[in-house]
């Protein structure tokens, strides 16, 4: 399995895997609802088939298939996102990145590398972007060494490394490295594409939570070379 930026990365044995993938494909096939897999398909822009699962529905189903399993380590985590990741259907990114938002403390920096397959393969807004604030944010809280490759993934050509770099520090509060949100913020700033203005302004308002007036002084000096919706977005919650 190759992962962006040329490193290749092997499904790991796991026999956790292999009874929670059979479980799994069983149970989310047989509450399979076709019409409602095309709407959903539609509303996502056609980024992957689905099943046509709720989200209710669907995490009963998950929490029924890993009703009395172990609990998984690093290896066993790294198989079940990634032949997950490798079905079709877009409820089992879902349940991979559900398990990982869950273990991810499991996990070590190591694990980091498959986070890029997943943000990278099949991208789109609704597994990026947890990934992006429950994953590779909890991975880099748990090691800084770790923002060297963030700081790589602000200047990356894939838009979707450059939106995870700018939202990996959303849940890390009162721990947000400021400056270098600030700086990934300005690098992107003339960024063409709707989901980074749009994540500019995301990761700057969520960080007003903690420090509003960081954020407001910040924009004061440097919102002249923000597009509308960043700096909207950036201070809906706390004004000018």
């Not at 969520?206 to 954020?215: F, R």
Request: aromatic share 8%; net charge positive; with cysteine.
């Amino acid at each position: 399995m190759r992962v962006t930026g040329g490193r290749t990365i092997g499904v790991p044995h796991s026999v956790l895997a292999d009874a929670v993938l059979e479980r799994l494909t069983a149970a989310y096939a047989a509450a399979a609802d076709p019409a409602r897999a095309v709407a959903m398909r539609a509303y996502m822009k056609d980024v992957a088939p689905f099943l046509g699962l709720p989200t209710p529905e669907r995490r009963a189903l998950s929490r029924a298939v890993l009703a009395g399993t172990a609990r998984p380590d690093e290896a066993d985590c790294t198989a079940i996102a990634l032949r997950c990741w490798a079905l079709p259907e877009r409820e089992y990114h879902y349940f991979a990145v559900d398990l990982l938002r869950r273990h991810v403390g499991r996990c070590t920096s190591g694990f980091l590398p498959v986070a890029r397959h997943l943000v990278t393969t099949v991208p789109w807004w609704d597994t990026v972007d947890l990934l992006a604030a429950h994953v590779v944010g909890a991975l880099v809280a748990a090691d800084p060494g770790l923002r060297a490759e963030m700081d790589a993934w602000i200047a990356d050509d894939d838009l979707w490394l450059v939106r995870t770099a700018l939202l990996h520090q959303l849940r890390h509060k009162e721990r947000t490295d400021a400056d270098r949100l600030f700086a990934y913020c300005l690098r992107q700033a003339a960024h063409p594409d709707f989901f980074i203005r749009k994540a500019i302004g995301w990761s700057l308002r969520e960080y007003a939570k903690t420090d509003p007036e960081a954020v407001r002084a910040f924009l004061a000096r440097k919102g002249h070379r923000f597009t509308p919706l960043s700096v909207r977005e950036a201070l809906k919650n706390i004004g000018p």
